[in-house]
């Protein structure tokens, strides 16, 4: 125990010693959370919209008040003598609304009436949104001129849970939390692992009466330091900026937040002993911290949407699991019946990173 | 004829192209740096490709039906038809049915009251109640219009309903399919050229300054500026190897449509490799070592594939935030690749893009060349 303490303090004293790794470890993490959590969000609103009236009649120009009266719409006045084809393919506006000739007088006489609408489907999930919105905008407008004609048979009241307001930051502020843990804390336990091989340090250590696991979690231990500090800020900064609340029973969220900074911790600690070149080491976390954890963790999109070809390798990859344990801790606060599989999962390969850190480690012999 | 012969031949001796052909022997020789080329890139395309996908589908819903009649399980029917929904359990009460949706079982829940029909002989109107797990705000907003079109199917097939006086038929236009991943991959290509770019001319700057043969380098007869441009060139052939692999991906395994002038697009890819070039080379001048440098461009590379629009849209993000991605080379590129390849347009939709990008290319690169050569004095 007392061989540990000291490879901890040397550890910690090496970091402190090292502005770089410093502010690695603490600020630009934090920077990175706030400015990337708040940024990223797939629910457009104001969609620029163009509306060509062919119709010019008081109602015609009611229904395209409809739109501009519309939060989700910002509408852009059409050119004479331009197309609305033309805008779109120049990109100035994402959607083209055409109001038929005779749209109010067939309205007035009781006729149903179509409008189009052009969607730029580049990207898709906008045009579905721009869809739904302009649906909304015509349901609406066909309420007020009509009410006698629209009042159905079956309609719908909506409750939205655990994010009323939709809003895009509650649920990337998390997601960004984790992949910040996953990249950071693994980095400095792989330079300090490396570092040891790459300038011969290690020699001291094969010669010192320290044994295997005593090395390897004396160097976890100092890395969890640094990276609890990390995770402690951050929540800090979701509390805050991202205008979140811890919604139910913390101990998950405490519990899965040690194992996790173990789990990747030990990951770097198993990448840094088995790559005794610290680039190299830095460059493979970042493909298994970074890359994987964006892609294979359902941060911005949802992970049943990968290929089963793929997804089995997310069950793998530990930010899947602990980005539900926080989201769950901050959203629905749904306990240990809701996340109580994901904090043993993270647990699990967590052991698994430590026995194969360890089994690269054990002979603390010089290689050859 | 021999005369220009023997230009040509003289221009392949000079001073330029014996370094030029040192550096290209050097990355070859350098396996993990030819790897980081070649096989990265293709791998990083495929993977983003298939592991990135905004669709919403596979939603697990449940149901409260406290009514029991075949008209409820009709319109229970009529909710899990599309691919949107997938039925995942009914329940006995609301609150049961609740603590499903918090614990994470559910994504949706819809209750159907007991007097759906009664009301509904009445000519009333029944109210069909919809919870919807929110945390994901796109999600949310996605399934509850999902939620909508199907009670509004229903209401056209009752029996009597009135037909709505105004309706909206919409056209989906470029891509009639709402194929995801042409809009993931054309957005991810100008993140990966600017990340193995600058990787890539970081790696073959560092190595002169960490091994001390920067020396050498001024030893030789050539000027400064050879230097630079020697350095350069290698590197931005190899690297344009690399983007027509990844243009042949994007085209035989994601389809994705090249409807627009390839070239335009290759030109594009250039002024981002320039930039990814003149990132590397200026990290590269602030670094003492390739894990620092390596290190800088983890802060680096982030923000600037996440604020580009490649992934997510730029009009969804701050409104302050916006105007910065202005600055963003990948933004430029992806508005390019976009436009030409799935909407296929020409460069008079463009040119303020590619214009951008060229500029922005100049000034990373001009930045860069003029800081090493300032290294090399």
Redesign the interface.
């Known amino acids: 125990m007392r061989r540990i303490l000291a490879q901890v303090r040397k550890e910690l004293t090496q970091i402190r010693r090292d502005p770089l790794a410093l502010a690695l470890t603490l600020v630009l993490p934090l920077a990175l959370v706030a400015l990337m959590g708040t940024s990223v969000s797939l629910t457009v609103t104001d969609i620029p919209i163009v509306i060509q009236d062919l119709d010019q009649t008081p109602l015609s120009r009611q229904y395209a008040d409809a739109f501009r009266t519309s939060l989700m719409f910002h509408v852009v006045t059409l050119p004479p003598a331009t197309a609305p084809e033309a805008l779109l393919a120049t990109g100035r506006v994402r959607a083209a609304v055409i109001i038929p000739e005779h749209f109010g007088r067939e309205i007035r006489r009781g006729r149903p009436t179509e409008t189009q609408l052009l969607v730029d489907a580049t990207d898709g999930n906008t045009a579905r949104l721009t869809r739904g919105g302009a649906g909304q905008v015509t349901q609406f407008f066909a309420r007020q001129i009509a009410p006698e004609r629209t009042r159905v048979p079956v309609q719908t009241a909506t409750r939205l849970w655990f994010n009323p307001g939709r809003e895009s930051r509650k649920f990337y502020g998390p997601g960004f939390m984790v992949l910040a843990l996953s990249i950071f804390p693994p980095v400095l336990a792989a330079l300090a692992m490396s570092r040891e091989a790459e300038q011969q340090t290690i020699l001291q250590v094969y010669v010192s009466s320290i044994s295997a696991h005593e090395y390897l979690l004396g160097k976890i231990l100092a890395g969890m330091v640094t990276g609890l500090t990390q995770c402690l800020l951050s929540v800090g900064l979701l509390l805050t900026l991202f205008g979140l609340s811890l919604a139910g029973d913390p101990t998950p969220l405490i519990v899965g937040s040690v194992l996790f900074v173990f789990c990747v911790v030990a990951f770097g600690s198993l990448v840094g002993a088995a790559i005794p070149n610290q680039a190299a080491a830095v460059q493979a976390v970042g493909l298994g911290g970074y890359l994987l954890s964006f892609l294979l963790s359902g941060l911005i999109f949802p992970i049943e949407n990968i290929p089963d070809g793929l997804r089995w390798i997310s069950s793998l990859v530990q930010a899947r699991y602990y980005i539900v344990v926080v989201r769950d801790a901050f959203l629905q606060g749904g306990g240990w019946p809701a996340v109580w599989w994901a904090v043993l999962a993270i647990g699990a390969i967590g052991l698994g990173f430590y026995a194969l850190a360890w089994r690269a480690m054990r002979r603390m012999q010089v290689k050859a | 004829m021999d005369r220009v012969r023997r230009l040509v031949a003289g221009r392949f001796r000079g001073r330029f192209w014996a370094l030029a052909l040192k550096e290209l022997r050097q990355i070859r020789r350098d396996r ?1 740096l030819t790897l ?1 080329l070649i096989v990265t890139p293709v791998l ?1 395309v495929l ?2 490709g ?9 939603l697990r819903l449940g149901v409260v039906d406290e009514s029991r009649t075949p008209e409820s399980r009709a ?1 229970i029917s009529t909710l899990g038809e599309n691919a949107t929904f997938r039925l995942a359990g009914s329940y006995a009460t609301p609150t049961v049915m609740g603590e499903a ?4 079982r559910l994504d949706v829940g819809v209750v159907i009251p007991y007097d ?1 029909v009664r009301r ?1 002989m009445r000519g009333q ?18 399934s ?2 999902y ?3 199907a ?2 199917r ?2 056209r097939d ?1 029996v009597g ?16 399919g ?3 991943v ?2 993931i991959v054309t957005g991810v290509f100008g993140t990966l050229i600017i990340l193995n770019g600058s990787l890539v001319a970081a790696a073959t700057m560092i190595r002169e300054k960490e091994r001390g043969t920067v020396e050498q380098l001024l030893m030789t007869p050539a000027s400064a500026l050879e230097v630079v441009a020697a350095k350069l060139v290698p590197v931005f052939l190899l690297l344009m190897i690399m983007v027509v692999l990844v243009l042949a991906v994007a085209a035989l395994v994601f389809h994705v449509p090249f409807r627009g002038n390839a070239l335009l697009v290759l030109a594009a890819c250039g002024g981002c490799v320039l930039t990814g070039i003149g990132v590397g080379t200026f990290i590269s001048t602030f670094a003492r ?4 440098t ?2 800088i461009s ?2 680096v590379n ?2 600037l594939a ?2 580009s629009g490649g ?3 730029i ?4 409104k302050w ?1 916006q105007p910065v991605t202005l600055l963003n080379p990948i933004a430029h590129f992806a ?1 390019i690749a ?2 030409v390849l ?2 296929g ?1 020409g460069l008079d ?1 463009v040119y303020p893009n590619l214009l951008a990008l060229l500029v922005l290319a100049a000034i990373f690169v001009g930045v860069s060349a003029w800081r090493f050569r300032r290294q090399l004095g």
């Open positions: 993990r980081s990083q993977l983003f298939f592991a990135l996908d905004s669709e919403v589908r596979n319109l949706l918090a614990i994470g759906f509904r109107p029944a109210t069909v109640q919809v919870l919807l797990n929110a945390a994901n705000a796109n999600t949310a907003q996605i509850q219009g939620v909508q079109d009670i509004a229903l209401n009752l309903a009135p037909a709505a006086p105004v309706e909206l038929r919409a056209a989906y236009i470029y891509n009639p709402l194929v995801n042409w809009f070592s390739a894990n620092q390596l290190l983890f802060f982030p923000p996440m604020l992934l997510t849209p009009e969804a993000m701050p935030v508005k976009r436009s799935v909407k347009a939709v």
